[in-house]
DNA sequence: GCTTGACCTTCCAGTTGGTGGAAGCCCTAG
DNA sequence: CTAGGGCTTCCACCAACTGGAAGGTCAAGC
């Protein structure tokens, strides 16, 4: 297979394929005329990785499933890990927008958004809120 | 003010700080020996940086409301209209997160997470998944 | 008067995960 | 034999910084 095809069945674009080529995540086999050439599991572990990054994982995380993946004697005590961690980053990550959220609807709401100049959100950004504390104390 | 003394009031690393300056956000003068001379304003300026990036807006979106901020002619119209684009962004944003959230839960709890390889979450992964289709239908 | 250390300067590189484009082979159909 | 589409490499760029190296400046202490 050549890229183009396995662009077509992992939906990933062909750069990516590239990109994922550079940094080790797949090691097609090359043709004498120099284009890469995909086996079958090539294209199943691009697939994979196309899975794991929707999820949200990174390269590296992706790259760790992957050696887990192909290790017949893994213990799915160590994926689990790997998945919790990244579930974890995604809950303060969710934390983080909320927050953000809480302020910004509040901020939006007492502006009249009209021709005047009068305006609570730049009023709110240029007050000073000493260090950043304030943004954490938001209720969610 | 020299660049340690802003960074001190605003909580902003000084190597933020000379980006900012880089990106054309403050201008601050020049001493005779080449350091960086803030005035109130720019000090005052980049405690608004800090606090609207605090809130998740980018540095175009700064640069723009900054330049509202400026303009005494400014309708609070255009300020909310920002405001309100980046709430949606927020609100994107959280969506996808949950719907990653979600699915990872799902397979987390579904991993006995022992010394044993088979794995519900590596099965998962594996698993074509047509297109990416998928994951825009998972259940919030 | 000299050293030490804190502060300041610039510039270059790296981060994450790709994406865009240019220049140039390769291959097949008409 | 030429046109097209697919493939190759390489380089640059995105956001928003951050780290570090090499070196200038300044105030305090001995």
């Known amino acids: 297979m050549n890229i183009g095809d396995v662009a077509a069945l992992s939906g990933l674009p062909a750069k990516t394929i590239r990109y994922y080529e550079d940094v080790g995540l797949v090691k097609p086999l090359r043709s004498t005329?120099?284009?890469r050439t995909f086996r079958e599991s090539d294209a199943h572990k691009?697939?994979?990785l196309g899975r794991s990054r929707?999820?949200?994982f990174s390269i590296e995380d992706c790259r760790n499933l992957i050696a887990l993946y192909e290790d017949e004697k893994r213990a799915s005590a160590?994926?689990?890990?790997i998945a919790e961690q990244h579930l974890e980053r995604i809950d303060d990550k969710i934390a983080e927008l909320k927050e953000m959220r809480?302020?910004?609807v509040h901020l939006v709401d007492a502006c009249a958004g009209d021709h005047r100049p009068d305006c609570p959100i730049l009023a709110d950004l240029a007050t000073k809120h000493r260090g950043e504390e304030q943004l954490k104390n938001t209720a969610l």
């Open 54 to 56: 929707a999820l949200g």
């Open 33 to 35: 005329n120099g284009y």
């Open 78 to 81: 160590e994926v689990k890990d």
């Open 46 to 48: 691009l697939a994979f």
């Open 102 to 104: 809480a302020t910004l």
